[in-house]
């Protein structure tokens, strides 16, 4: 189909990215604190730097929601695999420990991820292989720059 539209399919692409994209207003509120506006919703956060990096620690901390995106992510993307497999795995609880390093600057060196599926819901050995691969491949977890470590532990308590 892409040989046979070359007018046309520039413009869908477009029109694909523009409906993939989000923004977020952010307003600097001073003292280290900003508040995010997400544009689809409306809903707001706050940020506040650390106290070891001169903040009052009040909030999340920028790098805290990439620990917080990457464990919800994965919680959302097992969410979708396991509804197409007709699983129920309400009440997942994801814990996420995010270690920071100064070298070669200041970063996230490790977010260690573990997941604790629910008990009283056994999950077959194939379901949970589609289950942790989705896992592994959520889309923030591959945005994230390669030398941060992400060591990943999925509990099955049945």
């Known amino acids: 189909m892409v040989a046979s539209c070359p007018t046309l399919c520039p413009d869908l692409i477009a029109q694909f990215i523009l409906f993939m994209a989000v923004e977020i207003n952010i307003t600097y509120e001073g003292g280290l604190v900003c508040t995010a506006t997400h544009g689809p919703s409306g809903n707001t956060l ?3 730097a ?3 990096n001169g903040g009052k ?3 999340f901390s920028p790098t805290d ?3 917080t995106a990457l ?3 994965m919680a959302t993307i097992i969410g979708l695999v396991a509804k197409r497999s007709n699983l129920n ?3 997942l609880q994801v814990h996420v420990i995010k270690e920071m390093t100064a070298d070669p600057v200041r970063r996230i060196g490790t977010l260690k991820t573990r997941l604790v599926f629910p ?3 056994p999950i077959a050995p194939a379901d949970r292989a589609k289950l942790e691969a989705a896992a592994q491949t959520c889309p923030v977890k591959e945005s994230l720059h390669p030398d941060v470590k992400m ?3 999925f509990v099955y308590p049945d």
Do not use: N, Q, Y
């Open 65 to 67: 929601l990439v620990a």
């Open 119 to 121: 008990k009283g819901r």
């Open 151 to 153: 060591p990943v532990e």
């Open 46 to 48: 706050t940020t506040d």
């Open 57 to 59: 620690g009040s909030a």
């Open 50 to 52: 650390p106290v070891d």
């Open 71 to 73: 464990g919800t992510c």
């Open 89 to 91: 795995i309400d009440g």
